[in-house]
């Protein structure tokens, strides 16, 4: 099983970057999907997740209104869209897969069986 995410980049304060994570080896479609970020020191953190269905998504509180998820399932692809960058937003960005597939895990790294190789976004000021 393979996540390969892309779509990383240096970007200025409020413009905006598509974050894509390709997943093989497996279909996905039965699985809830989410994205972390994680900066150097700090603890990986919960972005943003999708339900299996994509009829639920979740938001970290910084991100809401400005982030969108979303997943193709024929392609077992998931997605993030992220608009109105901030500074503060730079970090590794990883997708992940979720093991047990239970949403109240949705934010929760250990609710994650697989993960991408990461990809960094920079946001400059």
């Known amino acids: 099983v393979q996540l390969q995410a892309s779509g990383g980049g240096l970007v200025q304060a409020g413009g905006y970057l598509r974050l894509s994570c390709a997943a093989s080896?497996?279909?996905?479609?039965?699985?809830?999907m989410g994205w972390f970020r994680q900066t150097p020191g700090k603890e990986r953190e919960f972005v943003a997740a999708i339900s299996r269905s994509s009829g639920s998504t979740d938001y970290a509180d910084s991100v809401k209104g400005r982030f969108t998820i979303s997943r193709d399932s024929a392609k077992n692809t998931v997605n993030l869209q992220m608009n109105s960058l901030k500074p503060e937003d730079t970090a590794v960005y990883y997708c992940?897969?979720?093991?047990?597939?239970?949403?109240?895990?949705?934010?929760?790294?250990?609710?994650?069986?697989?993960w991408g190789q990461g990809t960094q976004v920079t946001v400059s000021s």
């Open positions: 992940a897969v979720s093991s047990g597939g239970l949403w109240a895990l949705r934010k929760v790294s250990g609710g994650y069986g697989f």
């Open positions: 080896g497996r279909t996905f479609s039965s699985y809830i």
